[in-house]
């Protein structure tokens, strides 16, 4: 794999301060390479898009970033880390690094601006030097980018189907050439045809443009099919991390494995469906130890008493690229 | 364009349905008018006078309400709204059209800023929340409880005086003719600036909160966080996207409480002694001036639907959704 | 259990319950400008003859995409719109009721479940309301408040709610999801009906949950014997629960049959693109972009859907005939069939 | 505020009024020429009449001459003949004949409904006739003033005519109309010597407030409008300066009560009301002790104007409180007090039920002291504020028990008897469309006195009807008489003097009656 | 009314019902505005009990400034303005709750209905409430109680509450149209549940935030609408005091002018700190409604550098490198 863009260390983030806080997300280590999807898994709560949000501190209060760092590689090998960043640094540094698509691309558009002016603005920003008529060249480019024709340029969002809006948001979002493209579930309100389309669309321009990309969802199948690697939340913790092969043939936690068998099948010989038992964890008052241990059929002593830590399993070569936090799989 | 052809036929129905009311409105007074009159002048006319007012007025009950109310449409067509018992024998309208210039500018201008200045602050202190402008919020909704006649008359009793370059009341000195010369219109303009900062304060405070509320709300879109990751300059941002969203419910809020609004300034006009349509309604309840009270009424409605097709109009150019092509 | 009690279990799973013949839902579209000075009124015809049945037993699926018409085909049987035409029959007799007297009967043996949990209760009432009221207004609460408490305990027992004193007293946001949805089918189960519409169940749920209420609609369905018509978009959950499946485009029936043949072996167009285009895991990094353009163009409108086949502008096998004549159910095998002229016989 | 005022010649005159259309018309009280005055300086009356002497009130003006005869139903005015119209064309007999002719035949612009009959000019002799005698009417005849027929003759509507261009024969003319102000400007030719006054303006103040206000910093000079506690909001600001003068004059302000009501068809009781009433309370709370001034002689007339017809019994007979007299009166002729509460002959409590329009606030104050005065004998009164409206049509038809109202003022008290007692205006309780007598009062003897009164042949006839009339009424008492109607001011003499005064009272100096022409000529500047 | 405040009544925060009474209490806005809410009502009850002096009643005290003897000094008329003003608390707080009662019921009626019936008649009433929403208020207000004979607090509460329920009834039918699709709606449609008891049990329940604030801004409406009343002598009948009334006598008789602003201070600071009051009340049921408008405690936060900066959308402060209360 190649070298890394984006390096999460030890990353902690909070609503609220003190001792009302919710600790959304916890220690959460994690590289996003050159070129690769990297998925994130997880069911609902369990602090996917917190950490999206708050890796590029766009969280809203009373969300903070409670510590940690986030490393930006740049191009020339210099390295920045996010959370140092000035107000003024960090909108120099927005979507002309890393651009974000949202789940909801109807809210994700102001519906008062024409699609033209929403893809100017934002190359106007970053470039004041440009002149309108590239400006306006660039968007139109976006747009047939993304399969939409150039004259929608002059609609406004609710003049466009949900498809349509959402195909404008991953052009916007790679209108400045990004490294990193972060997406948090751009697609469960759609359909999956349109789906498909989107998707397959964003995998050729990741070909052809070579961004980086974190993908949120919590449909695992589908991110099975289309990351690289996949690292999988419970608790506002990373709790295994590995190819996504590795991961839908092999996982290691057993939270990893119960997500699996959620899923039917739509192909291929029926499985059977386990599911999880029980009920996501309240993040005010998480239970000792690994998080996941109420609701683990293979739970143990040391799972209710000690927190896993995050590594790669002795079971594994280090060179497998996975890691896991489980008390059944030790690590080096 | 379904949008403004549902608005405009929604103004006509109200107007259809204002005039109507107004026409009935002095059918519901006990008594004849000319009663209130004679009541009015309160001894300085003899009661012998009474029966030449009745000839003046010719007033003739026999008519059928029906033909009556086609005749009062036919006048009203005509611009015809009667004549006035306490400016007898002038016409309604000409009392009016002498009052309304005033209003329109007091009230319209002050109107106007105030929304404009108060959406300002609303959109600052939504936007910065927790900055020395949220504080204002309690202030001005203190401010805005008050009712607009006392602040009149507080200001009134605290600002005016002989030496104070705050006259205390009219609308411009007295002794200056109305024209357009810098004199007249500075003594005018001196004369409406504390009737309309007491306009201003009450009114703003609505709008400040309104705003306020919006932006708060309108500030957590998503839309917004994008323009963020955008990396827009924080201007844009608070401008072109959360206020621009924000505004539009303000906007027809704006253009639903305007009805509200020209009540509460129609009684600054009155402390002020500013010679606009709200004294003149004041004078026209003292002296039992129907026709005049009705003439009021009717333009009052009919500048408020006005400024509302206005308003309909500005939300139809702010907000991209309404329209919506055939 | 009225007439279902007197017959075996073995005949009960082929008895119609529910039939519906020709369903079709046209809705006005609010005029405009100048429309208003026109005499046409337009509709969003969004069901047209569409024909089912469910039997006891078993569950029946009818998968499609948004907007296709699922969710006001379950509303239609549930009688809860007036229909534009056709026919619904519960026990082989014509229903029109849709208000009174007559719609509660019918809403005693029809109920129906919603998509949202967490829109379908009211969140001002408790879990005991929401019971209660479907045991009061179907008369089944019982003489006696002790009747109403065991009523209400075994409600929630037979949902898998227990111990039901920790369920009973609480108010729908203090429930998660998974447990909102099966009040929501405690409150249906209510009524103690014979048909179950439901409506996407499980589509807000978390993943680790909706399995959780699927086995226990399934659980139902062999318990119970009810009929029920699971409404999804998600064909791969229809594979799994329903025992038929049926595929919607664009307000049509396109395609039914039983769900492993449907899922399988799509056969017509539409539910091959929808099968396509399905996530699947074991296609690892299968995201390339397929040779064919998958399905271009977006979902019709329904306003002026296209004639023929609504399917034929997206269509990779269009013909000419697609797009001038409507395509009948054409059988391929023992209960699959499909709307289609590329399974015309005669043709050939 | 605007103070460059007047001793460039200029008046500031106010009034309390409003922004006014322009509306010229003289015979209009609705006419902003009217509610400002400034009618007064342009048109002149045939006689200046003084409504606050007594005796010896009159004085020529553009009549030189009058001669009432036939027992005041004839009349001939002999017109000055050195007069002329502010266009310059002479004022004649027969613009004098047109304006009487013009009040004939308009009952609208005949606001005093005095009935001419005959109406001839010849050289420059005018003669009147009348139907009946004019005795009592002397007053509005004489003041009448006069506007051009070649002006008039062209209004196709006297009555709507607005006159924006007004033609008089007075010393002033319209030189610019403003809702607000009105300005006048001595003009040339007039027949007397020219005024001191170059010009006039006549400011229409919002209200009362922004009148005084305007008094109290000089801005206006001269106003007829009411002021609470006028020492501290108006004298006190320039005590050397600011003065003012309310005269009574022969009309009066009092509590009626409705006789055909029980018990109020009592006379003692009536009379007892009479005898607690605080007058000086009322005049000094009320009126803010000047306001309308206070009456108290028994009869009702007010004094200086109606001394002379005071009748001699009554002389100094002074209405004043007197609990105790109140009482005895009472119980002497029927009534009872069980514990503080006084009952009639029948044994019921007397209550009464005062009604005023709400926001007559002088009225107001005055039936709160007349309440409180009442609770002194027994009597629990119930202050009843209605809507102006409901408060005329109550007393038009009579549904009232005891309310403020004013009467007619004239010449003699003749307008006040006749306007509370007179039999010839009554109308039965429930019937509307009354002209005075709202108490419903029926006594015959009245009637007969007042219809005497007003033909008798002499003025020992006269005065023998006046006495007894002022008996049926103190007997009586319909009526209890509260304050008289002024004819009064407010004027500053900082810029201008010869104001009339309590020294020199030859007028009533109330800017918008007739008398205000007499005050502008003699005007001087302050040296 | 001037505050158009739009009630968002989202069907997530409509969630939260059980915790609501707690919840709205602790808001700050709504507790200061309850209490001062609550002394304005039992004064309101008690006042004309507790006065000093009858309202009405004269003394030689003309126009005297506050003393121990009058707190708040006296009228021309020797009247004790203290007195007046407890005792018109009674009239002001009778009159602003019965028309915001009046127009509530009114506002539920044609709101509701025409919210949640479709068809001619539910077009005619929404109509006719865009008709009086339109049609400016007070001037209709001070016509209407200026022709009527006679005016009581009663007559006054009717026409103001007759009037003034337009705003209410958009603003429930909006909520209601929202409502009516919701899926517990139709789900308890498609239980069997009757139309009358869906509208009053399952969407009445949900719209008491919004009827809440609505009332309380009708309430807000019809007080500065009956002391304008008083104020400009429309409204002046009987006995009954009213903080309009004494601020009309201090007007007619000049009060300023005579410097007693002991007459027009207390009665317009009066007024304006219930009109305070309410104005609390609806933050307090706004923000309730709408958790978005909650003020959430502390909005400064130290980051690592120990600097201050606010919270706020779009950039998240960093706290530091590691949790400090992390055990
Ligand atoms: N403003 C807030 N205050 C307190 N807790 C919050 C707030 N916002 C989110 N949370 C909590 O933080 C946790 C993580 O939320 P997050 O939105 O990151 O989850 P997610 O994994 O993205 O879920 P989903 O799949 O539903 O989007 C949740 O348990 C949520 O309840
Ligand atoms: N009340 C209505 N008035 C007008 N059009 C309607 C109405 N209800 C539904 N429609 C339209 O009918 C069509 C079918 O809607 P329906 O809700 O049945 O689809 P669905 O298949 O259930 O979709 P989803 O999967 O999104 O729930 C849609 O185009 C929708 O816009
Ligand atoms: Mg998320
Ligand atoms: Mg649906
Ligand atoms: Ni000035």
């Known amino acids: 794999m190649s070298d890394a863009v984006l390096e999460i260390k030890s990353l902690d983030v909070d609503y609220g301060l003190g001792a009302d806080a919710v600790h959304a997300v916890q220690d959460v280590n994690l590289t996003l390479h050159r070129g690769e999807v990297l998925g994130l898994a997880g069911e609902s709560g369990s602090g996917k898009s917190t950490l999206a949000y708050g890796l590029t501190r766009l969280l809203p209060p009373p969300g903070v970033i409670a510590g940690g760092e986030v490393i930006y590689h740049q191009d020339n090998g210099d390295t920045a880390d996010i959370m140092r960043m000035t107000d003024a640094e960090l909108r120099r540094f927005r979507w002309a690094q890393t651009a974000i698509v949202f789940q909801g691309a109807m809210n994700s558009l102001n519906p008062v601006h024409k699609i033209s002016t929403q893809l100017t603005d934002v190359i106007k920003a970053h470039d004041p030097a440009s002149t309108p008529r590239s400006r306006l060249g660039r968007a139109r480019e976006m747009l047939s980018l993304v399969g939409i024709s150039a004259d929608?340029?002059?609609?406004?969002?609710?003049?466009?189907?949900?498809?349509?809006?959402?195909?404008?948001?991953?052009?916007?979002?790679?209108?400045?050439?990004?490294?990193?493209?972060?997406?948090?579930?751009?697609?469960?309100?759609?359909?999956?045809?349109?789906?498909?389309?989107?998707?397959?669309?964003?995998?050729?321009?990741?070909?052809?443009?070579?961004?980086?990309?974190?993908?949120?969802?919590?449909?695992?199948?589908?991110?099975?099919?289309?990351?690289?690697?996949?690292?999988?939340?419970?608790?506002?913790?990373?709790?295994?991390?590995?190819?996504?092969?590795?991961?839908?043939?092999?996982?290691?936690?057993?939270?990893?494995?119960?997500?699996?068998?959620?899923?039917?099948a739509l192909r291929g010989p029926r499985r059977e469906l386990t599911g999880i038992p029980g009920s996501p964890p309240d993040l005010r008052a998480m239970p000792t130890g690994c998080a996941f241990h109420p609701r683990c059929p293979k739970a143990f002593d040391p799972c209710a008493a000690d927190l896993p830590v995050l590594g790669v399993p002795e079971s594994h070569t280090a060179g497998q690229q996975r890691t896991v936090a489980c008390w059944l799989h030790p690590i080096h | 364009m379904s949008y403004l052809l549902r608005r405009v036929a929604f103004y006509v129905f109200t107007a259809w349905a204002a005039i109507t009311l107004n026409f009935f409105i002095p059918r519901m007074i006990p008594g004849d008018p000319v009663q209130s009159l004679i009541t009015k002048a309160r001894g300085q006319m003899t009661s012998d006078a009474i029966a030449s007012l009745y000839v003046l007025f010719g007033l003739d009950p026999k008519e059928s309400v029906f033909s009556q109310y086609f005749k009062y449409w036919g006048q009203l067509l005509r611009g015809d709204l009667g004549l006035s018992f306490t400016f007898f024998p002038s016409q309604v309208s000409e009392v009016i059209g002498q009052a309304?210039?005033?209003?329109?500018?007091?009230?319209?201008?002050?109107?106007?800023?105030?929304?404009?200045?108060?959406?300002?602050?609303?959109?600052?202190?939504?936007?910065?929340?927790?900055?020395?402008?949220?504080?204002?919020?309690?202030?001005?909704?203190?401010?805005?409880?008050?009712?607009?006649?006392?602040?009149?008359?507080?200001?009134?009793?605290?600002?005016?005086?002989?030496?104070?370059?705050?006259?205390?009341?009219?609308?411009?000195?007295?002794?200056?003719?109305?024209?357009?010369?810098?004199?007249?219109?500075?003594s005018a303009v001196q004369h409406g600036l504390l009737p309309a900062i007491t306009i201003l304060i009450s009114s703003m405070a609505g709008w400040i909160l309104s705003m306020r509320n919006m932006m708060v709300t309108v500030a957590a879109e998503d839309y917004v966080t994008v323009a963020h990751a955008k990396g827009l300059p924080e201007r844009r941002v608070m401008v072109g996207y959360a206020a621009r969203n924000a505004l539009l419910p303000n906007v027809s809020g704006f253009a639903l409480s305007l009805g509200f609004i020209v009540g509460g300034t129609l009684l600054v006009e009155i402390v002020f002694s500013y010679p606009g349509l709200g004294f003149l309604l004041y004078q026209g309840v003292g002296s039992k001036d129907y026709p005049l009270l009705q003439g009021i009424f009717l333009i009052i409605t009919l500048s408020v639907l006005l400024a509302n097709f206005v308003a309909d109009l500005a939300y139809m150019l702010l907000d991209p959704r309404t329209r919506r092509e055939g | 259990m009225t007439a279902s009690s007197m017959k075996s279990s073995a005949s009960a799973t082929t008895e119609v319950v529910?039939?519906?013949?020709?369903?079709?839902?046209?809705?006005?579209?609010?005029?405009?400008?100048?429309?208003?000075?026109?005499?046409?009124?337009?509709?969003?015809?969004?069901?047209?003859?569409?024909?089912?049945?469910?039997?006891?037993?078993?569950?029946?699926?009818?998968?499609?995409?948004?907007?296709?018409?699922?969710?006001?085909?379950?509303?239609?049987?549930?009688?809860?719109?007036?229909?534009?035409?056709?026919?619904?029959?519960?026990?082989?007799?014509?229903?029109?009721?849709?208000?009174?007297?007559?719609?509660?009967?019918?809403?005693?043996?029809?109920?129906?479940?919603?998509?949202?949990?967490?829109?379908?209760?009211?969140?001002?009432?408790?879990?005991?309301?929401?019971?209660?009221?479907?045991?009061?207004?179907?008369?089944?609460?019982?003489?006696?408040?002790?009747?109403?408490?065991?009523?209400?305990?075994?409600?929630?027992?037979?949902?898998?709610?227990?111990?039901?004193?920790?369920?009973?007293?609480?108010?729908?946001?203090?429930?998660?999801?998974?447990?909102?949805?099966?009040?929501?089918?405690?409150?249906?189960l209510g009524a103690d009906p014979e048909v179950l519409l439901a409506d996407e169940p499980v589509s807000m749920l978390d993943v680790s949950i909706r399995l959780g209420v699927l086995n226990l609609l399934r659980d139902l369905k062999e318990r119970l014997h009810l009929a029920i018509l699971y409404i999804t978009h998600d064909i791969a959950s229809a594979r799994y629960f329903a025992d038929e499946t049926m595929v919607m485009y664009a307000g049509r029936v396109v395609e039914g049959g039983d769900s492993e043949t449907v899922t399988q072996q799509p056969a017509h167009p539409y539910t091959q693109l929808l099968i396509d285009s399905a996530p699947d895991p074991d296609q690892i990094a299968g995201y390339r972009t397929s040779e064919k353009d998958r399905g271009s163009g977006e979902p019709p409108s329904l306003i002026n859907p296209p004639s023929g086949c609504r399917f034929h502008p997206r269509c990779p096998h269009v013909m000419e005939r697609c797009k001038t004549d409507l395509p009948p159910r054409f059988d391929i095998s023992d209960g699959h069939f499909a709307a289609c002229w590329l399974y015309d016989k005669e043709k050939a | 505020a605007n103070t460059k005022s007047a001793s460039n010649g200029v008046l500031n005159v106010g009034m309390p009024n409003g922004p006014q259309t322009e509306n010229n018309n003289p015979f209009l009280n609705t006419s902003a020429s009217r509610s400002l005055g400034y009618a007064r300086v342009i048109y002149e009356p045939l006689v200046m009449y003084n409504e606050v002497k007594a005796g010896d009130n009159t004085a020529p003006w553009l009549a030189a001459k009058w001669e009432w005869s036939d027992n005041y139903r004839k009349i001939v005015f002999t017109i000055r003949d050195n007069v002329k119209w502010s266009d310059g064309k002479a004022l004649t007999a027969d613009d004098v004949a047109y304006t009487f002719q013009l009040l004939r035949d308009n009952p609208g612009l005949n606001t005093d409904s005095v009935k001419y009959k005959d109406i001839a000019a010849s050289g420059n002799q005018v003669t009147l006739g009348f139907e009946a005698s004019q005795f009592v009417n002397q007053k509005k005849i004489l003041e009448q003033f006069v506007v051009p027929k070649h002006q008039w003759s062209t209004f196709s509507a006297p009555t709507t005519e607005t006159v924006k261009n007004p033609i008089g024969s007075g010393p002033f003319t319209l030189k610019t109309f403003t809702p607000q102000t009105v300005t006048l400007t001595a003009r040339e030719g007039y027949w007397q010597d020219a005024p001191a006054i170059k010009e006039m303006r006549y400011t229409?103040?919002?209200?009362?407030?922004?009148?005084?206000?305007?008094?109290?910093?000089?801005?206006?000079?001269?106003?007829?409008?009411?002021?609470?506690?006028?020492?501290?909001?108006?004298?006190?600001?320039?005590?050397?300066?600011?003065?003012?003068?309310?005269?009574?004059?022969?009309?009066?302000?009092?509590?009626?009560?409705?006789?055909?009501?029980?018990?109020?068809?009592?006379?003692?009781?009536?009379?007892?009301?009479?005898?607690?009433?605080?007058?000086?309370?009322?005049?000094?709370?009320?009126?803010?002790?000047?306001?309308?001034?206070?009456?108290?002689?028994?009869?009702?007339?007010?004094?200086?104007?109606?001394?002379?017809?005071?009748?001699?019994?009554?002389?100094?007979?002074?209405?004043?409180?007197?609990?105790?007299?109140?009482?005895?009166?009472?119980?002497?002729?029927?009534?009872?007090?069980?514990?503080?509460?006084?009952?009639?002959?029948t044994g019921k409590p007397v209550k009464i039920t005062l009604t005023v329009p709400s926001g007559w606030s002088d009225y107001v104050t005055d039936l709160e002291i007349i309440k409180d005065n009442l609770k002194d004998i027994g009597i629990e009164a119930t202050v009843d504020k209605a809507n102006q409206d409901a408060w005329a049509k109550a007393l038009d038809t009579g549904d009232f028990q005891g309310a403020l109202h004013w009467t007619n003022n004239g010449n003699t008290p003749y307008d006040i008897y006749q306007s509370i007692m007179d039999g010839a205006l009554f109308k039965p309780v429930g019937t509307g469309g009354i002209n005075g007598n709202f108490g419903r009062y029926e006594n015959p003897a009245a009637t007969a006195a007042l219809s005497e009164y007003a033909n008798a042949p002499d003025d020992a006839a006269r005065t023998k009807a006046m006495n007894e009339l002022q008996k049926i009424f103190v007997e009586d008492m319909p009526a209890v008489i509260t304050s008289a109607a002024n004819a009064g001011g407010e004027y500053s003499t900082k810029n201008w003097t010869g104001w009339p005064d309590g020294q020199n009272q030859y007028a009533p100096a109330q800017p918008t009656l007739e008398n205000a022409l007499d005050i502008v000529m003699r005007l001087k500047p302050a040296s | 009314m001037a505050t158009p405040t739009i009630v968002d009544a989202t069907p997530a925060a409509a969630v939260k019902v059980k915790r609501q009474r707690l919840r709205f209490v602790a808001n700050p806005k709504a507790a200061v505005g309850l209490t001062m809410m609550g002394i304005f009502i039992l004064l309101a009850i008690i006042g004309p009990w507790i006065s000093p002096y009858d309202p009405s009643a004269r003394s030689n005290a003309l126009v005297e400034g506050p003393s121990a003897e009058h707190w708040l000094g006296t009228t021309h008329l020797g009247q004790d303005i203290f007195s007046q003003l407890l005792s018109g608390t009674r009239s002001v707080i009778l009159v602003g709750l019965l028309a915001g009662v009046i127009a509530t019921i009114l506002s539920l009626l044609i709101g509701v209905t025409s919210g949640y019936l479709s068809g001619t008649a539910a077009e005619g009433l929404s109509a006719l409430s865009n008709v009086f929403l339109v049609i400016p208020a007070l001037p209709l207000i001070i016509i209407i109680t200026s022709i009527l004979p006679k005016t009581t607090d009663v007559t006054i509460a009717l026409v103001i509450g007759l009037t003034s329920w337009a705003w209410g009834a958009r603003v429930l039918r909006a909520q209601t149209l929202s409502l009516r699709r919701r899926d517990y709606v139709e789900a308890a449609r498609a239980t069997g549940e009757s139309t009358w008891r869906i509208i009053i049990f399952e969407i009445m329940p949900n719209l008491t935030a919004v009827i809440a604030s609505n009332f309380i801004g009708t309430v807000i409406f019809a007080v500065t609408s009956e002391i304008t009343l008083a104020f400009i002598g429309v409204n002046t009948s009987g006995d009954n005091w009213n903080w309009g009334t004494i601020l009309f006598?201090?007007?007619?008789?000049?009060?300023?002018?005579?410097?007693?602003?002991?007459?027009?201070?207390?009665?317009?600071?009066?007024?304006?700190?219930?009109?305070?009051?309410?104005?609390?009340?609806?933050?307090?049921?706004?923000?309730?409604?709408?958790?978005?408008?909650?003020?959430?405690?502390?909005?400064?936060?130290?980051?690592?550098?120990?600097?201050?900066?606010?919270?706020?959308?779009?950039?998240?402060?960093?706290?530091?490198?590691?949790?400090?209360?992390?055990?």
């Open chain 2, 100 to 186: 309304l210039p005033w209003t329109l500018a007091l009230v319209g201008i002050t109107t106007v800023i105030g929304f404009v200045i108060g959406t300002a602050l609303g959109t600052l202190a939504g936007w910065r929340r927790g900055s020395w402008i949220d504080a204002l919020i309690p202030v001005t909704t203190f401010l805005s409880s008050i009712p607009y006649f006392w602040l009149g008359l507080i200001a009134i009793a605290l600002l005016t005086g002989p030496d104070s370059f705050f006259p205390a009341g009219n609308g411009y000195d007295t002794g200056l003719v109305p024209n357009w010369d810098w004199e007249f219109i500075g």
């Open chain 5, 249 to 327: 006598w201090a007007q007619s008789q000049q009060a300023l002018a005579q410097g007693a602003w002991w007459w027009f201070v207390p009665a317009g600071l009066a007024i304006a700190l219930l009109g305070t009051a309410l104005a609390l009340l609806n933050f307090g049921i706004d923000e309730f409604v709408s958790p978005r408008l909650r003020g959430n405690g502390k909005s400064k936060v130290k980051t690592v550098d120990g600097d201050t900066v606010r919270m706020r959308v779009g950039f998240t402060p960093v706290l530091g490198f590691g949790r400090k209360d992390e055990p």
């Open chain 3, 18 to 188: 529910l039939e519906a013949d020709g369903l079709t839902k046209h809705f006005p579209v609010r005029k405009r400008g100048r429309e208003v000075l026109s005499r046409v009124t337009r509709m969003v015809q969004a069901v047209d003859d569409v024909s089912l049945t469910l039997r006891r037993g078993r569950v029946t699926a009818l998968v499609g995409e948004s907007g296709s018409g699922k969710s006001t085909v379950a509303r239609l049987l549930a009688q809860l719109y007036p229909r534009t035409a056709g026919e619904v029959k519960l026990h082989g007799k014509p229903v029109t009721a849709t208000s009174g007297k007559r719609f509660r009967a019918y809403s005693r043996q029809v109920q129906m479940i919603f998509q949202d949990p967490f829109a379908s209760l009211n969140p001002v009432h408790t879990v005991r309301y929401h019971l209660t009221r479907a045991l009061k207004i179907h008369n089944r609460a019982g003489a006696s408040k002790e009747d109403l408490e065991n009523a209400l305990t075994g409600l929630l027992a037979r949902v898998q709610l227990t111990p039901p004193e920790r369920y009973i007293d609480k108010f729908p946001h203090e429930l998660s999801g998974g447990q909102r949805q099966r009040v929501a089918i405690a409150r249906a």
């Open chain 4, 204 to 345: 229409s103040y919002t209200d009362n407030q922004a009148q005084t206000t305007a008094l109290a910093t000089g801005a206006a000079e001269w106003s007829f409008v009411f002021i609470p506690n006028y020492q501290a909001v108006y004298t006190s600001k320039d005590p050397q300066h600011y003065k003012l003068w309310f005269p009574p004059v022969l009309g009066i302000h009092g509590l009626w009560f409705n006789t055909k009501v029980a018990p109020w068809d009592n006379k003692f009781l009536r009379r007892a009301v009479n005898m607690v009433v605080n007058r000086d309370d009322i005049f000094l709370q009320g009126e803010a002790g000047y306001f309308y001034p206070k009456v108290d002689n028994i009869t009702g007339i007010p004094t200086p104007a109606g001394e002379p017809f005071i009748a001699p019994e009554y002389k100094d007979k002074k209405a004043t409180m007197d609990v105790a007299g109140a009482k005895q009166l009472l119980t002497g002729n029927g009534f009872t007090y069980a514990g503080n509460v006084l009952n009639d002959p």
């Open chain 1, 152 to 264: 929608r340029l002059d609609s406004y969002p609710h003049q466009l189907s949900g498809g349509m809006r959402q195909r404008v948001m991953i052009g916007m979002a790679l209108a400045l050439d990004p490294r990193i493209v972060i997406m948090d579930e751009p697609t469960t309100a759609l359909d999956v045809v349109i789906q498909r389309q989107i998707l397959g669309q964003l995998i050729d321009l990741r070909e052809r443009l070579g961004f980086s990309v974190l993908f949120i969802t919590h449909d695992l199948s589908l991110l099975v099919e289309f990351s690289d690697r996949i690292a999988i939340m419970y608790g506002g913790r990373i709790v295994e991390e590995a190819p996504a092969a590795d991961i839908y043939r092999d996982s290691l936690h057993p939270y990893s494995d119960g997500l699996l068998h959620s899923f039917p």
